[in-house]
């Protein structure tokens, strides 16, 4: 019996039995399952076989892309080897400029110009691809403490050292000389292009302007580019697609300067100006708007003699070198050349004076009036610039308030009111060029009181030879 049950213990025997059959059973049913599962139709085999493959495939393609991806982007750091490519946009030479080569292979190297830099980054000339070498640069080597560094071609601004070492920066003796410059880039050009994220028309002007300039062109041009850093992005674009394209017949190289420390360099003269000149004006905050007057001072190197200042809203109908060649025309004080204004501008901005001086030529219409002049288009003798003291005098805030004060004058219109005021007492420090080679489109104040004189301030007859689209004009499609 079982213990504390009063039942025999025989009684649960049968229990077990019946237990262990049903263990057996499911064992057995469970090897038979697995039998079963192991004995596959030989077609189900083929389709994973078929499978595996796929997968073996797909793995071995993803390798293959994933190494043609590094490959890739190895080339495209290392630089290209095709003449229609520039992208070596890794690789910073500090103060060097980048180099277009026409219908060759280049050496392309792009930089970023800014006062107070001048130290390279350890980038030996060993690493440079093995292309056409950039053309020798006519300053010489220094640091920032005025001592010779090795030959790198480096290309140095006066801002990059200390003033006391100014003077070293000279062309070397090895240069080639002509009458526009040194080297063999001796034309150079200044251009402004700012805030094209926020004014995208700025970047269509600027790429219209520069593809006039590049394929009339029968010599090489060094641009200088002010800019911020969105509008740095653009021009490089815009340069890239022009040498794709091929549309320069000559050489071009540029460098980049950076507005905010162009802004920096020039508070003083700007705030000084704004405030005699421009009656602080909000439009003309920026020191781009006055950078022409004190650029020889300030900004470029003592090797750049001749330098074309021009706005963005430009199209060239003729070659560039024949603009070059109005330097040759200056005579005695002439230390810029720059186009009458040809809008009654100055007519309105000189009404008080010319109200108390009955019978003054001052705000008359050419060719015998003191018209005033317009800045989109300038010719800056830097040598002249620097030599002329009567120019430096009204660089003076007292003098220029004198000045000021006698023509009852407020500017809005940066530059061109300082060169405006000062020719009225001093005409010879000007080359008027001719209306052609700043044909201005604007027709904004005929409709302002002056439709019956307008036509004496608007007239050009003959060829042009720029067009500028000033207040957004559109530029006549003439060939």
Request: hydrophobic share 35%; with cysteine.
């Given at each position: ?6 039942e ?38 083929n389709?994973?076989?078929?499978n ?7 793995r ?22 095709n ?78 050292v ?20 040194t ?21 269509t ?9 590049l ?38 190289q ?16 700007v ?19 006055f950078l022409?007057?004190?650029i ?19 199209i ?49 219409p ?10 989109g ?58 209306c ?44």
């Open positions: 019996m079982r213990r504390g049950t009063g025999p213990a025989n009684k649960s025997r049968p229990q077990l039995n019946k237990e262990k059959e049903d263990k057996t059973d499911k064992n057995m049913q469970f090897v038979n399952n697995s039998r079963t599962r192991r004995s596959r139709p030989k077609s189900h085999d389709n994973l076989l078929v595996v493959l796929r997968w073996k495939l797909l071995i393609l993803i390798l293959l892309i994933v190494v043609f991806m590094i490959f890739y982007g190895i080339f495209v750091h290392t630089g290209p080897t003449s229609k490519e520039i992208h070596m946009n890794d690789r910073f030479f500090p103060n060097e400029p980048i180099s277009f080569v026409h219908g060759d292979h280049m050496d392309v190297i792009h930089i970023d110009h800014k006062v107070g830099q001048g130290k390279a980054h350890g980038i030996q000339e060993n690493q440079l691809p093995k292309v056409q070498q950039l053309p020798p640069n006519p300053a010489l080597h220094l640091n920032n403490q005025g001592q010779r560094l090795p030959n790198q071609n480096q290309f140095i601004s006066i801002n990059d200390p003033g006391n070492q100014i003077q070293k920066i000279q062309q070397p003796q090895n240069a080639a000389k002509d009458s526009t410059g080297g063999e880039y001796p034309y150079h050009v200044i251009q402004s292009l700012t805030n094209t994220d926020k004014r995208p028309y700025l970047k002007r600027f790429e219209e302007c520069m593809i006039s300039i394929e009339k062109s029968s010599v090489n041009l060094h641009f200088f580019f002010v800019v911020d850093t969105p509008s740095k992005q653009a021009i490089l674009g815009i340069m890239q697609d022009i040498t794709n394209k091929k549309i320069a017949r000559s050489k071009v540029f460098n980049f300067l950076d507005i905010d420390e162009l802004a920096k360099e020039l508070a003083p003269m705030s000084m100006l704004q405030q005699h000149v421009s009656g602080g004006h909000p439009y003309y905050k920026d020191a781009i708007f022409s007057i004190a020889h001072q300030h900004v470029m190197p003592e090797y750049v003699h001749r330098l074309v200042m021009l706005d963005t809203d430009l060239f109908k003729t070659d560039i070198k024949q603009l070059f060649a109005r330097f040759d025309l200056f005579k005695g004080n002439n230390v810029i050349g720059i186009a009458h204004e040809q809008q009654p501008v100055y007519r309105h901005l000189f009404s008080l004076y010319r109200s108390q001086n009955r019978g003054t030529l001052v705000g008359d050419p060719p015998n009036g003191l018209t005033g002049f317009n800045s288009v300038l010719l800056l003798d830097l040598d002249r610039m620097r030599r002329n003291t009567l120019y430096h005098t009204y660089l003076d805030g007292t003098n220029l308030k004198l000045l000021t004060e006698k023509y009852h004058f407020k500017g809005h219109l940066g530059d061109q009111d300082f060169f405006s005021l000062l020719s009225l007492e001093h005409p010879d420090l000007f080359h008027v060029l001719p052609s080679w700043n044909r201005q489109l604007c027709v904004w104040w005929r409709d302002k009181g002056y439709i019956d004189i307008f036509d004496q301030y608007f007239s050009c007859p003959g060829k042009i030879d720029i067009f500028h689209g000033n207040c957004n004009t559109p530029i006549p499609k003439t060939p």
